[in-house]
């Protein structure tokens, strides 16, 4: 299976700041990583897909770079109702595996 | 617009088989090769685990963690694909979701609402 891991687990931040949330493959996996966004009791909402595509409706501050084993997203100003938890996803081969997860935080 | 809706008990006794039926309203199954449709878990407070996936046509990959204890199947004239899990315990505890995913990016752009499953007796 295909190991992602997320850094950090767990972020505090401010309205406006700028947001960074990495994501590492155990192995390469091109650009065949998605992102998603999840908030209490509610189904993930696919943000980037491709590494770095921007979901339809999605607002432009939020963008993914990276290929191979190494990736981000990256929220350019933070905004109110953007504080939740963000996962990575690989879709290069099955089992299709996540990432632990991110929680941006107020600070 | 796509919708995606689960449905199946909400709670099963450890032991038994778990049966979920995910509805899809808004567009065809049965269009293949374009999309596949998948399950998805998620214990309380925890990360996502892919269960598997299943093709209009009937093909399905599962989770080798799970493969033991699930069967995938669709009906296209129903729009409906479903999930059997077998021999349940408390740690298939979660809520379940089924969701689409694009052919080409493996991306899950639709999802249901979600379903709590509990084990217990």
């Known amino acids: 299976d295909i190991q992602m891991t997320q850094s950090p687990s767990s972020l505090s931040a401010s309205i406006g700041d700028r947001v960074t949330i990495t994501c590492r493959a155990s192995q390469s996996i091109s650009n065949y990583l998605n992102w998603y966004q999840q908030k209490p009791g509610k189904a993930p909402k696919l943000l980037i897909y491709a590494a770095s595509s921007l979901q339809s409706g999605v607002p432009s501050r939020f963008s993914g770079s990276g290929s191979g084993t190494d990736f981000t997203l990256t929220i350019s100003s933070l905004q109110p109702e953007d504080f939740a938890t963000y996962y990575c996803q690989q879709s290069y081969s099955t089992p299709l595996t996540f990432g632990q997860g991110t929680t941006v935080e107020v600070k | 617009q796509v919708q995606l809706q689960e449905s199946g008990p909400g709670l099963v006794k450890p032991s038994q088989t778990l049966s979920l039926t995910c509805t899809v309203s808004?567009?065809?199954?049965?269009?293949?090769?374009?999309?596949?449709w998948s399950w998805l878990r998620q214990p309380a407070g925890k990360g996502l685990e892919w269960i598997g996936r299943i093709y209009a046509s009937g093909s399905t990959n599962y989770n080798p963690s799970l493969k033991s204890r699930v069967t995938m199947s669709v009906d296209t004239s129903k729009n409906q694909f479903s999930l059997k899990l077998s021999s349940l315990t408390a740690a298939d505890t979660a809520v379940y979701y089924c969701?689409?995913?694009?052919?080409?990016?493996?991306?899950?752009?639709?999802w249901g609402q979600g379903t709590l499953v509990t084990v217990s007796s």
């Open positions: 969701a689409r995913a694009e052919y080409g990016s493996g991306s899950f752009g639709y």
């Open positions: 808004g567009g065809s199954i049965g269009r293949r090769d374009s999309y596949y």
